[in-house]
Structures are given as C-alpha cells and as structure tokens.
C-alpha cells in the first residue's frame, strides 16, 4: 500500500490518479468500484505513481534546525541565520543576515514562532503594496486578503467575494515573481477562468508574465 493514499468515492464514470506536489496520491473512483479493481488501477500505474513522487520529492525541503548558518529566503535573495542571545527578542535583516536574538539559544519553538511571526508581517506589509498598485489596473476592490501556508498552490482567488488567498512562503520569492502571482489572481476578479480573455488581458498588462512564473518556478 501506498503512503499518503487517498481514495475518494464519488459520482463519476471513469476514474481518476493524480500525485500531488505535497506526495499525496489521490484516487477517485465511481462509488460502486471493487477494492479488487483498485488494487489493479494501483499495480498498473505503480510505475508512474514512483516516477512523479521520485520527481516530486526532489523539491521537498528538511526541515529547518533553526542554528546559525542556515539559509533563509526573502524577497529572491538568501539570508544566513544569525542566532544571539539577548535579553529583548527581536529579529531583523542586517547586511546578508537575519539576526535572531532571544534568551534562549537552544529554544527551537521560540526562534520558529519568531521567524514565522517576521515572515507574516513581511508578507502582510509587502502583499498589501503589491495589491494596492495592481487595483488600480483591474479597477476592483479586494474586500479580504487571506495570507497562510499552502501546499499546492501559491494563491487563489474568490471572485464573487472578492476574496484573495496568498501563500505566505511567497514572500521568499523573487519580487516580479511575487508581482506575477498576485495580478493573476486579482485579473480572475474580472475573468473568471483560465480562458482566453484571461490570458490576453494578463498578457496586455504584464507581457513578460511567462517570465516572471518561470522564475516563480525555478527560483
């Protein structure tokens, strides 16, 4: 059996494999479908299931220990961490470091809360910039911006609410790919889909977005 499998029941004709980018494998599948005939849909694609978790895993990070030397992303540019002890707590970029100081050097929760709380202002205060210059090309309020950890994507749209969802490790990007991401989500407050309307009016107003989601995707 395969780790990180999910099989989901539901009212379709054919069936469906998809290995998502988090190493999840998701298996939908008619409601009436045998465990017998799941078995072989997973035996026969088994190789390509490995050949994209393989591909997959190849952009998984470790996870941080949070020690002095380690590298940090913001902005398209890496950081050395830089941990200190101090009585007052603070983290700050200084030159090619992010200095974190706090009284306990080895308290690995603290120096993550820390880091991760400097990210989401950053993120906050950076986003809202963006946004505010790119309205004023779409000429549409954005009545909420949501920004949290996503897995499998870096931002979303909910156009009848006006709603902009923004992954917070986008931050760590370069800036014109942070730009790219979020005019695309607030271009789907005037075009819905991933039609052609979408892509011309995207291409009219950003004509390098193709290269800027590539250095979306490679930076």
């Avoid at 990180?4 to 409601?31: D, F």
Wanted: positive net charge.
């Amino acid at each position: 059996m395969l780790d990180n499998l999910q099989i989901i029941y539901k009212s379709v004709k054919n069936i469906s494999i998809k290995v998502k980018p988090t190493l999840e494998v998701v298996l939908t599948v008619p409601t009436n479908t045998t465990q017998e005939k799941i078995d072989q849909i997973l035996k026969k694609r088994h190789d390509w299931i490995l050949a994209q978790l393989n591909y997959f895993k190849k952009f998984q990070q470790p996870a941080k220990e949070l020690v002095s030397g380690e590298s940090f992303a913001y902005l398209g540019r890496n950081y050395r961490l830089k941990v200190s002890t101090a009585t007052n707590e603070s983290i700050k970029l200084i030159g090619g470091y992010l200095h974190v100081n706090l009284s306990d050097k080895s308290d690995h929760n603290k120096k993550l809360q820390l880091i991760e709380t400097w990210y989401k202002q950053k993120a906050e205060d950076y986003f809202k910039k963006v946004i505010a210059k790119y309205t004023k090309i779409v000429k549409q309020e954005v009545a909420k911006i949501s920004i949290r950890k996503m897995k499998t994507r870096w931002g979303s749209c909910n156009p009848k609410k006006s709603y902009i969802n923004l992954n917070l490790d986008l931050i760590k990007k370069h800036v014109l790919a942070i730009e790219y991401v979020i005019f695309h989500e607030l271009v789907h407050l005037i075009h819905y889909n991933h039609d052609q309307k979408f892509y011309h009016y995207l291409a009219t107003h950003m004509p390098d977005w193709k290269i800027r989601k590539l250095k979306l995707e490679t930076n």
